[in-house]
C-alpha cells in the first residue's frame, strides 16, 4: 500500500535558520512527490513536485526538496526561513496506475520565530 | 487565468440535513478532485471526476457523492449529515485524469460545519 510519513507535526524555527521537514513514503510504483504549503484558512499551494529526472528539485519561495530513492524520502529544505513561511506544509504521494488522487501525509506546521 | 473556485465558503448545517457544495475548475481543466480534510484525520481522497463519470473513489459512505458537468464544474453533495462530517472540503483541478505526474491546483475550500 502506498503511504506518506512525514516526522514531526510540528517544527520551530529562527528566522535565518535551515528548514527541514522530513518527509519519507511507500510505493509500489515509481513515485511522484509533491509538497504543498497551506495557510491558514487557504486551500493548498504547490510549492514543488518530483516526477522523473533531477533528484533535486526547485521551487518556489527558495524550498528545494531531493529524492532519494534508497532512503525513501523526500525531504523539504529552505536555506533561511522567514517569518512568512509560517504554514501548514503537506508532503503528498501521487495515487499511482491510472489513480489520479494524491496521498497526503498528516502535515508538519512550521513556526518561525524572531 | 482565475484558479479553482469553491461556493460557498462557510456553510453551517445542522445534523440530518444534507449539503451540496460547488467547484469550478480552472479554465481547460477537465478533471476535478475533491478531498475532506479534519484535524484528525489529515486530507482524504473523496473521488475524481473527468469527462463527467467518477474515475476513482475513496474510501467514503455512499452518503457522500458528487457529479461534473459537461463544463467541468463539479458538484458534491452529503447527505444526512453527521457531526463528523466537519470539515474542510477542497477541490481541485487538473488537466487531466488519472495522470499523478499532472499538478492539482487547489481552491481555497469549503469551511462545513455541522451542529
Known amino acids: 500500500a502506498q503511504s506518506v510519513t512525514q516526522l514531526g507535526s510540528h517544527v520551530s524555527v529562527s528566522e535565518g535558520a535551515l528548514v527541514l521537514l522530513r518527509c519519507n513514503y511507500s510505493?509500489?510504483?515509481?513515485?511522484?512527490l509533491f509538497w504543498y504549503v497551506q495557510y491558514p484558512n487557504q486551500g493548498l499551494q504547490l510549492l514543488l513536485k518530483?516526477?522523473?529526472?533531477?533528484?533535486l528539485v526547485k521551487g518556489i519561495n527558495g524550498f528545494e526538496a531531493e529524492f532519494k530513492k534508497s532512503e525513501t524520502s523526500f525531504h523539504l529544505t529552505k536555506p533561511s526561513a522567514h517569518m512568512s513561511d509560517a504554514a501548514e506544509y503537506f508532503c503528498?504521494?501521487?495515487?499511482?496506475?491510472?489513480?489520479?488522487?494524491?496521498?497526503f501525509g498528516k502535515g508538519t506546521k512550521l513556526s518561525v520565530k524572531p | 487565468k482565475a484558479g479553482v473556485t469553491q461556493t460557498p465558503r462557510y456553510l453551517i448545517k445542522t445534523r440530518g440535513q444534507q449539503v451540496t457544495l460547488s467547484c469550478s475548475p480552472i479554465?481547460?481543466?477537465?478533471?476535478v478532485s475533491w478531498y475532506q480534510q479534519t484535524p484528525g484525520q489529515g486530507l482524504q481522497f473523496l473521488f475524481e471526476?473527468?469527462?463527467?463519470?467518477?474515475?476513482n473513489k475513496g474510501n467514503f459512505p455512499g452518503r457522500f457523492s458528487g457529479r461534473q458537468f459537461s463544463n467541468s464544474r463539479s458538484e458534491m453533495n452529503v447527505s444526512t449529515l453527521e457531526l463528523g462530517d466537519s470539515a474542510l472540503y477542497l477541490c481541485?483541478?487538473?488537466?487531466?485524469?488519472?495522470?499523478?505526474?499532472?499538478?492539482?491546483?487547489f481552491g481555497p475550500g469549503t469551511r462545513l460545519t455541522v451542529l
Open positions: 481541485a483541478s487538473s488537466l487531466v485524469q488519472g495522470l499523478t505526474t499532472d499538478t492539482q491546483y
Open positions: 510505493s509500489s510504483v515509481p513515485p511522484y
Open positions: 518530483y516526477t522523473t529526472g533531477a533528484t
Open positions: 503528498a504521494l501521487g495515487g499511482g496506475g491510472s489513480q489520479g488522487n494524491l496521498i
Open positions: 479554465s481547460g481543466h477537465r478533471s
Open positions: 471526476y473527468f469527462s463527467e463519470t467518477q474515475r
